[in-house]
């Protein structure tokens, strides 16, 4: 027996010991694709090496946050003065004043805003803001769209409009997700029969405008109005999810998407995440004065956390907020990430092969299907093994995408034209060896 000389596979056994399916994040484990995770040594700029020492062109940056690459030096040098200044506090700080004000300055639609931990206590936060201010039990949300893993939107649909979802995870009992209305993505029918039977209940619909948790799939214009619409009329809040899409796909992210296309267009509440602490463990949620001054401390809706606003994570944020405000950053970017696309698109069209891909600011994704599709039930048709084969033959060659064909994919700042054409390369030799 050959003694074995991968230090993944020996860390992925010693992990798995005590640590459950050897990960802190599902989706790490590569259950989809199979194989063995990369254990990640150290990262710079557009890579990442695992602890064989290989390299890999890093497509994933985090799952979003690593939008400037990985160690940037403005963003290092924050970090490394806020630390010597003191790691957590439990009391206000002034960067904590500098990193709202430079959202809410971004994002027009945010006026107040509160800083947390992780995109799931931002999420989960925001709906209890909803409910506690719209007085109103139920909630409307999307089949396809994750929206961190708070128990009442762990929820797939149910059989019917007039019935509610069923919980997606054990322990979330049946009574907890009662509230929760699961619809179809970019089915402007089922909303508006959503609304016509629930409208009175409703505290709010929470959607991520372009959803990146089945891949990448934009909400469509009119269907985007339509949800804009209803709201209103029926006075529930429109929340927009943009812990990925916001300051990915655009500086004022997808909301200032959308209102270019609708005028006057905002969400009522936004909740954000990943990049707005540019690597480190920060979210938040805001929107609408009136809203906002519903929590704890000015009203009755509670929230709080121990290391909301840490000192870090702001410096870190504040340095990453600052680097990608500079002027082109996101044509520069969008660019880039466009030239991915074409470049797969085309490497695909020669080779034969079914594909589909789209893209916004720094963030794509692409299908191993014809058309892009429009909602989840549309994403799951795509081939997993084909799509399986693609992912091993991309990591064997030193380029690491998503480990699942329903995630997004993310490009940086980081990013060479050099490293595009060698994904390009890459991607084209293994779509030949079909
Ligand atoms: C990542 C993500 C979350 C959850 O954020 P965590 O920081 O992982 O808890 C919520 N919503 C969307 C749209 C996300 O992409």
């Not at 959202?103 to 805003?113: A, F, N, Q």
Request: proline content about 6%.
């Amino acid at each position: 027996m050959t003694p074995n000389t991968d230090r993944n596979q020996q860390l992925f056994e010693r992990a798995r010991q005590r640590i459950p399916g050897g990960v802190n994040s599902p989706v790490r484990a590569f259950r989809a694709v199979g194989g063995t995770p990369r254990f990640v040594q150290r990262a710079q700029g557009a890579y990442f090496w695992d602890a064989n020492g290989q390299r890999y062109i890093d497509y994933i940056g985090s799952w979003g946050p690593m939008i400037l690459g990985h160690g940037h030096p403005a963003v290092l040098e924050a970090v490394q003065k806020a630390a010597v200044e003191g790691f957590s506090f439990g009391a206000p700080t002034e960067r904590e004043i500098e990193l709202a004000e430079a959202i809410c300055e971004r994002v027009p639609s945010v006026e107040m805003v509160r800083l947390v931990s992780s995109g799931t206590e931002a999420a989960m936060s925001a709906l209890r803001l909803a409910r506690g201010f719209t007085g109103r039990p139920k909630i409307i949300k999307f089949e396809g769209c994750y929206h961190g893993h708070a128990d009442a939107l762990l929820v797939k649909a149910g059989s019917g409009l007039a019935t509610f979802g069923n919980p997606t995870s054990a322990g979330v009992p049946p009574e907890v997700v009662q509230h929760t209305l699961v619809l179809e993505y970019n089915n402007v029918a089922q909303l508006e029969e959503a609304f016509a039977l629930h409208g009175k209940d409703i505290a709010c619909l929470m959607i991520e405008p372009i959803a990146g948790n089945m891949n990448f799939v934009r909400a469509q214009v009119d269907f985007m109005k339509r949800c804009r619409e209803l709201c209103t009329q029926h006075g529930a809040l429109l929340v927009f999810d943009e812990v990925m899409t916001g300051f990915r796909v655009a500086l004022g992210g997808a909301q200032s998407v959308y209102a270019k296309q609708i005028p006057g267009f905002a969400p009522d509440m936004t909740v954000m995440g990943k990049v707005i602490g540019g690597g480190m463990p920060l979210a938040a949620f805001g929107g609408a004065r009136a809203v906002m001054e519903q929590l704890a401390p000015l009203g009755p809706v509670y929230q709080a956390g121990t290391l909301s606003g840490n000192p870090v994570a702001t410096a870190c944020g504040l340095a990453t907020l600052k680097e990608i405000s500079k002027p082109g950053f996101y044509e520069t970017l969008g660019a880039s990430t466009r030239s991915l696309v074409d470049g797969l698109k085309a490497a695909a069209a020669r080779q034969g092969v079914g594909f589909s891909a789209d893209c916004e600011g720094g963030m794509f994704g692409f299908f191993l299907l014809p058309e892009l599709p429009q909602n989840y039930g549309a994403v799951m048709k795509s081939d997993s093994p084909a799509f399986n084969r693609l992912f091993h033959g991309l990591l064997d060659r030193g380029v690491y995408i998503a480990p699942a064909l329903y995630e997004a994919g993310f490009v940086s700042a980081a990013h060479t034209a050099q490293d595009i054409a060698e994904t390009v390369a890459a991607a084209e030799a293994v779509f030949a060896a079909r």
